[in-house]
T-cell receptor, first 120, second 109 residues
Framework: DSGVTQTPKHLITATGQRVTLRCSPR?????VYWYQQSLDQGLQFLIQ???????AKGNILERFSAQQFPDLHSELNLSSLELGDSALYFC???????????????????FGAGSRLTVL | SQQGEEDPQALSIQEGENATMNCSYK?????LQWYRQNSGRGLVHLIL?????REKHSGRLRVTLDTSKKSSSLLITASRAADTASYFC?????????FGKGTRLHILP
């Protein structure tokens, strides 16, 4: 268990529908990242939140939106779903360590197990 | 997109042999990390090397970094069946985290 929890693990829905994917970051991590992984596109960065604020945006479609709540969990909303949206959606969280040690100052991601979305 | 490029895209070797994967990138970095992904699972952090370091070891893993060539390599020694996975190099520059496309490693029995 990585400490990052994603729900649901699997989701099957129809084109045109809307779904919400949820992510609870590792305790103490302030940043949440969303990635989409499909067979033909590899791992695509969608969006990053830091302590409730959007920090960076990647290849996120206008049909997709996300937010990070005060308790730091995040949701990714996918609407008007198309067949091509079928993919694994990963959430990752991170904190920049400042207490010394080999990872101090670095941004190391901890990934959840992913949510597999199938659009029929 | 400023993805890194990994080479090779896929690699099959016999169990016990060493596996080497390479990564090239385009911009300056603070550090470079390698992650492993088992099929359909989340990525797991393996090792980090900072921009002022040239080589790092962790168990059977050896990472090198050449900032003048903007390239890194990951060596897995004495490979095992459990090493079958995809390996990603990840460039970290300030707040940006940039993933390579990954190398699929298959260890043959």
């Amino acid at each position: 268990d990585s400490g990052v929890t994603q729900t649901p693990k699997h989701l099957i829905t129809a084109t045109g529908q809307r779904v919400t994917l949820r992510c609870s970051p590792r305790s103490g991590d302030l940043s949440v990242y969303w990635y989409q992984q499909s067979l033909d596109q590899g791992l695509q960065f969608l969006i990053q939140y830091y302590n409730g604020e959007e920090r960076a945006k990647g290849n996120i479609l206008e049909r997709f939106s996300a937010q990070q709540f005060p308790d730091l969990h995040s949701e990714l909303n996918l609407s008007s779903l198309e067949l091509g949206d079928s993919a694994l959606y990963f959430c990752a969280s991170s904190v920049v360590l400042t207490s010394g040690g080999p990872l101090s100052g670095a941004n190391v991601l901890t990934f959840g197990a992913g949510s597999r979305l199938t659009v029929l | 997109s400023q993805q890194g490029e990994e080479d090779p895209q896929a690699l099959s070797i016999q169990e016990g042999e060493n596996a080497t994967m390479n990564c090239s990138y385009k911009t300056s970095i603070n550090n470079l990390q390698w992650y492993r992904q088992n099929s359909g699972r989340g990525l797991v952090h393996l090792i980090l090397i900072r921009s002022n370091e040239r080589e790092k070891h962790s168990g059977r893993l050896r990472v090198t970094l050449d900032t003048s060539k903007k390239s890194s390599s990951l060596l897995i020694t004495a490979s095992r069946a459990a090493d079958t996975a995809s390996y990603f190099c990840v460039m970290n520059r300030d707040d940006k985290i940039i993933f390579g496309k990954g190398t699929r490693l298959h260890i043959l029995p």
